[in-house]
């Protein structure tokens, strides 16, 4: 699988997720957990995204994500046993620079190779065909933004920022979340705490990333007046990331990192601008009810 090609699984599976969430069956809510589990065991940043439901009391989400990350964990060992996960945390430690990876030996940090030789086409997957933008392909993380400006200490920036981000995403569920009972905005709630916080790890982010925005920016469609978005004044900053990111203005200089800032950027505020109007409407909705 080509870079990126995973980042629409994932996409896929909490968008099955939302439909389930979506639909009055007996276990909607614990299948919708199921397949965030399952994301969140191929994707470890995901579990951020049961913080809300963890606030909002939605056990049988819950339950439904524990059960999904055993699952998938469970049938890992089976197929490639425990050495498989050894090997990603020491990489995954050894990316982010939390390890010294030459303090370990060879055996320890490779997977040894196969003699298996590939097909150049396999099942309508055409390696030999490149992306045109792949040269542009730009890195979105916030570490290099420290590397960039040469700021010591970024690991523990990254951290502290990470945690203030955190912080303010519990304070506003706390405001906000806990007078919406929708579950529908819990949702749009989680995932938007993990792609904001996906900018915190300190490894590279890249362009094809942003296919996950799709979710949020599709919720809000669904859920938002879509007059509202329109002729709200942040559609500016979604317009221009798109364009940016179509290859529109390929002559401004990281064109691609302007685009992925922009686009989350609206789809941070809009889903806040949202969920705050959602959670008055909901308090007054319930001033009336008992009025009456």
Same mark, same amino acid.
């Given at each position: 699988?080509?870079? *990126?090609? !995973?980042?629409i699984v994932?996409?896929?599976?909490?968008?099955?997720?939302?439909?389930?969430?979506?639909?009055?069956? %007996?276990?909607?809510?614990?299948v *919708?957990?199921?397949?965030?589990?399952?994301?969140?065991?191929?994707?470890?940043?995901f579990?951020?995204l049961?913080?809300?439901?963890?606030?909002?009391?939605?056990?049988?989400?819950?339950?439904? *994500?524990?059960?999904?990350?055993?699952?998938?964990?469970?049938?890992?060992?089976?197929?490639?046993?425990?050495f !498989?996960?050894?090997?990603?945390?020491?990489?995954?430690?050894?990316?982010?620079?939390?390890?010294?990876?030459?303090?370990?030996?060879?055996?320890?940090?490779? !997977?040894?190779?196969?003699?298996?030789?590939?097909?150049?086409?396999?099942?309508?997957?055409?390696?030999?065909?490149?992306?045109?933008?792949?040269?542009h392909?730009?890195?979105?993380?916030l570490?290099?933004?420290?590397?960039?400006?040469?700021?010591?200490?970024?690991?523990?920036?990254?951290?502290?920022?990470?945690?203030?981000?955190?912080?303010?995403?519990?304070?506003?569920?706390? %405001?906000?979340?806990?007078?919406?009972?929708?579950? %529908?905005?819990?949702?749009?709630?989680?995932?938007?705490?993990?792609?904001?916080?996906?900018?915190?790890?300190?490894?590279?982010?890249?362009?094809?990333?942003?296919v996950?925005?799709?979710?949020?920016?599709?919720?809000?469609?669904?859920?938002?007046?879509?007059m509202k978005?329109?002729?709200?004044?942040?559609?500016?900053f979604?317009?221009?990331?798109?364009?940016?990111?179509?290859?529109?203005?390929?002559?401004?200089?990281?064109?691609?990192?302007?685009?992925?800032?922009? !686009?989350?950027?609206?789809?941070?505020?809009?889903?806040?601008?949202?969920?705050?109007?959602?959670? %008055?409407?909901?308090?007054?909705?319930?001033?009336?009810?008992?009025?009456?």
């Amino acid at each position: 699988m080509n870079s *990126g090609q !995973i980042y629409i699984v994932y996409v896929f599976l909490l968008s099955i997720a939302w439909f389930c969430l979506n639909k009055t069956f %007996k276990f909607n809510n614990f299948v *919708g957990g199921v397949l965030v589990g399952i994301t969140a065991s191929l994707r470890p940043p995901f579990v951020l995204l049961f913080i809300p439901f963890l606030i909002s009391r939605r056990y049988s989400f819950l339950l439904g *994500g524990l059960a999904g990350i055993l699952f998938n964990l469970s049938l890992s060992f089976a197929v490639v046993d425990l050495f !498989i996960w050894q090997k990603y945390l020491l990489a995954m430690f050894g990316m982010t620079g939390y390890i010294n990876l030459s303090t370990f030996s060879p055996e320890q940090i490779t !997977i040894p190779r196969l003699d298996i030789v590939y097909p150049k086409v396999v099942e309508g997957f055409d390696f030999a065909i490149r992306n045109p933008l792949e040269a542009h392909l730009d890195n979105t993380s916030l570490y290099d933004v420290l590397n960039a400006i040469d700021i010591p200490n970024k690991r523990d920036i990254l951290i502290a920022g990470f945690i203030i981000t955190i912080v303010f995403f519990l304070l506003f569920s706390l %405001k906000y979340l806990l007078k919406n009972r929708d579950l %529908k905005s819990t949702f749009l709630f989680g995932v938007l705490i993990c792609l904001i916080c996906e900018f915190f790890i300190p490894v590279g982010r890249y362009s094809y990333y942003d296919v996950q925005m799709l979710l949020p920016l599709l919720i809000l469609i669904n859920q938002a007046s879509v007059m509202k978005l329109i002729s709200s004044r942040l559609i500016i900053f979604l317009l221009s990331g798109m364009l940016l990111g179509m290859g529109c203005f390929a002559w401004v200089p990281r064109f691609l990192f302007f685009s992925t800032y922009l !686009i989350t950027f609206y789809v941070f505020t809009s889903s806040l601008v949202f969920l705050k109007q959602e959670a %008055k409407f909901e308090t007054k909705s319930s001033q009336l009810s008992v009025a009456d």
